[in-house]
Each structure stands twice: as C-alpha cells, then as structure tokens.
C-alpha cells in the first residue's frame, strides 16, 4: 500500500482552505445580496468562541450528545441481541421478520407525533426516536452478518466441541462484526441527523433547539455554527466506529 | 481407538450405504468428484442429517451431537477460524472442552512441535501458506485427542513436493498416534501410499474395498478399472531371484531388475506415469532401460498419453503435457524408456 506522504495531507487540506478563503472573501465584500445573511467565515468563528466562552454552545452540545449516547447505544445493543437472536434462530426468524419488516420501513421522524402523545416532550423522546433510528438498521445487518457465517466454521467448531452458546460467542458473532460495524457506522452518524430534527420540532434544549432559536432570530452565524457542530459530530462519530472496527477485527476481516 | 460402522446409510448420493472400518485402520476412500465422499464423512462426523445407523466402536452414535462423537475432521476447505491466531485455533477444541490451562499448553505446543508450525503460531489464516494451513487444521483437529481422524482430501490443491511432504508427516503422525483415520483422496497413488484398505466409491454406492494390491489387480467392477486407469500388465515368463532383495524377470523383450523380496514374480504392472521417456540416451547403467517406438500419442487433459512398442511388449506412459513438450515425440520415431522401480506393484508366482 502506497504511504501517506505530507504532500497528500497538503492536498487534503488545500480544498477546504480553498473554500473557507472563498466564503471569506464573499461575506466580508458582500458579494451575495444581505450582508446578515451571508456572514464571512471570521464572524462564524467569533460567534463560536461568544457561544462557546458564555456556555450556550457547550450547555446545548451536551444535551444532544448525552441524548445519542444513551438512544444510539440502547438502539444498537437491543438491535444487536435482537439481531443475533433472528439471525441465530429460526423460529425467531420467522415470528419476529413480519413485525420488523413492517415497522422498518417508517423513518425513524415518522414516530414523532405518536412519540409526543405517548411519551411526552421529554428527554426520552429524542431518545426513542435515536433509540428506533439505530435499532431496525442495526437488526438487519447483524441478521446478515450471522446468516453470511460461513457454515463450514460451525461444523467445524461443532467437531472440536463447542456447544451451541460457544459456537455462537466465540466464532458466528465476531465473524458477524464486520457486518454489524457497517450498521453502527452508518447509524452513529444517522443518529445526529435525526435528533437534531427532533430537537427542531419538539424539544426546547439541544443543537437542534439553538438551530431553530437562531432562525427565529435571524443569526446566520449561530446556524452555521451549529451546523458546523453538527458535521463534526457526524464524521466523529462515524470515524468513532470506523476505528472500532479496526481494532476488533481489522487483523482478519477483509481476508474472512 | 475404534471399529466404525455403517448400516444402510442414506444421505443424498448416498443410498444403502454399508461399510466398516477397523480399529486403527488407515481406510481411504477414493472416487470420482461427486460420489459422496465428503457426504460420507459429514454422515460419520454427524454435521449432516441422515438416514440408516452409524455405530463407534458398536455404539449407535445417530443420536449425538458432532461434538459428543469423538471425531477429528479436517474438512476439505480446511475452515480455519479467520479471527482467531494459529495458537488459538489450535487451542480452540481444548478451551470448549474445559481442558485445564496448563494440560491444554502442554497439548497445543507438542502439536505445534509435531507440525513443526512453531513459527506460525501468531500468524492468522490469511498470512498462511496452503500447505501451512494444512498443517494448522490438521493440529486443530488433532488437538481433543479425538478417537476417530476424518481427512478431506488433506493434499489436494497444494504443489507437488509440497503434497508429497505433507502425506509423509500424515502418515508418520497417523502411525504414531494409532488413530482410526478415513482419508478421501481422488489421488490412486497417494491412496496405495497410505491406505491399509482402500474403498471405491462411485455415484454414492462403495464399487469395491480391498488393499491397495487388491485394488490395482483385481478391480471389481468397470468403474474401478476405469479409475486405476489401465496399467501396464506384464505376464512375467521367467523370474529369478539374483541377490537378496532383487529379482530378475522376463516378460517378453523385456527384462527387469527389480527390488523384490519374495520367490518369484508371476505378473508386474507399471502405472503409465511411472515409464519414463526420452529423446536423448538418458545417463546412468543401462538396467530396466529400453528403445522402443512410438506408436501413438494421445494428448488427455494435463498430461499425454504415449504408446510405445518395446520388441513385441506394447507399453504405455503418461507424461505431463509440460514435460511432452519439451522432448520431441513423433509416431514411429525411437524413443528411450526407462521404468521407475519405485512404485511397481506384482503378483506373486
């Protein structure tokens, strides 16, 4: 494999400072039509530093993360144990796949009214929303990752004398990860993306509350900010698992 | 170690299939792609479903798990666990059966001894080696002590010397450990070399057992002549016991020496692949070499088929494609041959 050289991380970089240089320039010589709706990069980082320095950004940040923290991990371990036990199981299978299949297809914003009535604008609603945004994704690909396990590798543990328990914790599900990774990366970043809509329509703290706080108040440079923040978080969150996976089965998974 | 038995078996290809296989035996299974070999071992090792009974050591074993069976499997894919290191696969059966730590280290290392592995112990599947993987599976398998040893074709798909290496340590490891072992091969030749009896087996019925010397001369059906692929048979009209060891035999124009420690010889067959030929006078004494003609050359898929006419002794050799090509052969032009002793197999007089 080629190594990375420092003139590739230049080239990395250069577009982005490309951009921020173009979106400078175009703010601060208000070349596009209303000046408050256009503010140059400097005024975005200035309102950073405000929001971060009086403790709004952080205050905010924090109720968003604790929230996809605690929706995102339920999801995904209730989806993983649901998941394995479909994947595992026939019978499983067969009761729970017409539920599920009917249930998956709604997108996760699709709950909010019902959400609202049942639960109540509280924290648990942005964490059941996150919560049902990660578990169906999670399912499906951990029932695939189980189902693709070659079964010449349970016959073969089966001949060594492994029990049904052993065979299932120690080969089928770490030979699965690597289709259980796909679903956790792709649902660590989707799990921002929805509770900050949530936020919008129904929860008064959080980036998704600021975002709409700041529209109702014509702060282009807060929504940037908060935007900013969230695509951070995206890609942080999605690396997060990207690593993860690495570490747990990038030894062997791409020779399995 | 135990008698296996087989009662009516049916599985797939396999129908009424009936067997048994000695205390310690080497049994190899031999046969066409798709006579039900691996059906049959899948059937012995119980990671199938099947009709009929299957007896280990004269217990019914139908009802047990693969994992109560006391059976080693080397499956033909090998299956080695890809997340798990050389040391930890071999570990595997040991940790699943609660072996004690220490008993359980003990085990692996004289395993990885035996098959001289110890550098591989922390590599994965992937950076191994086809013949190093052999090894590593066969260890695995080994490694619970298991009373019964199935071989999936353990050699197939590995180089030639590499093949022959890997044959020599199974059979000097299945003899030291004493183990009941069912080894399916499509390879005659490595069957004779390892086999105390050696089953046929075609469209899932077993055509024939016997030893290997019974298989060559006396197949019992067509479909077993067709597989030991029609050897060279010469009728021997004069044998002669020269030395100790050695044995002199006329069959036609043809005269041998060949290393023999009975009487005397009635009748010796040549494997096409054991006449060797040459364009050019090959160096060495001229013991067990001949001129001959080339009378036909018929290229097969790998190799080519070569008749030649020694005096009035018709004989055929079988050549890789690789190595007819370099020598240049034409129908009626001279040939030399030269008979490898090695593997001749005779009847005795």
Known sequence: ?256 | MPDIQLVDVNKRICQGLCLTIHDKEIFVIVGTTGAGKTTLLNVIAGVTDYEGRVMIDGRSVDRLPPRRRGVGYLFQGLALFPHLSVSENIAFGLQVNGVDKVVAEKRISSLIEMMRIEHLQDRYPHELSGGEKKRVALARSLAPSPQILLLDEPTSSLDHQTAKYLRNELIHVLRTLGITTLYVTHDLREAEEIADRIAFMSDGRVEQVSTPRDFFFHPQSECVSEFVGMPNVLECTQSRILTSGLVEVVSGDIKMVLPYGGNGIKRVAIPPDDVYLSDIRPPGPALNRFTGTVQEIIPLQSTVRVGVSVGKTHLFAELPASAFNEISLEEGKAVHVVIKLRRLRYVES
């Open chain 1, 1 to 256: 494999m080629k190594k990375k050289t420092s003139l590739d991380a230049v080239w990395g970089i250069f577009p982005v400072l490309v951009f921020i240089a173009a979106w400078e320039i175009v703010g601060r010589f208000h070349l596009l039509p209303g000046r408050l709706l256009f503010p140059p990069f400097s005024a975005v980082i200035e309102e950073f530093y405000h929001l971060t320095a009086n403790g709004v950004l952080g205050k905010n940040f924090l109720s968003s993360l604790v929230r996809v923290l605690i929706g995102l991990l339920s999801g995904s371990a209730a989806g993983i144990f649901v998941g394995v036990l479909m994947g595992w199981r026939n019978v499983a299978h067969k009761a729970l796949n017409p539920i599920i299949s009917l249930l998956y297809p709604i997108p996760a914003l699709g709950w909010l009214p019902l959400l609202m009535l049942w639960i109540g604008i509280n924290e648990m609603l942005p964490i059941t929303i996150i919560f049902i945004c990660s578990f169906f994704p999670v399912v499906y690909n951990t029932i695939t990752g189980i189902k693709n396990v070659d079964r010449r590798y349970i016959q073969a543990a089966e001949t060594l004398g492994a029990s049904n328990m052993r065979i299932l914790f120690k080969i089928v599900i770490p030979l699965a990860l690597p289709n259980i990774f796909t679903g956790l990366r792709l649902e660590a970043g989707m799990s921002w993306r929805v509770l900050i809509a949530a936020e919008m329509v129904a929860i008064p703290t959080g980036i998704g509350a600021l975002l709409i706080q700041a529209e109702s108040l014509v702060r282009v440079d807060i929504i940037i900010v908060c935007l900013i923040v969230l695509s951070v978080m995206c890609l942080s969150f999605e690396k997060l698992f990207a690593l993860a996976e690495r570490k747990m089965v990038g030894k062997w998974s791409s020779h399995a």
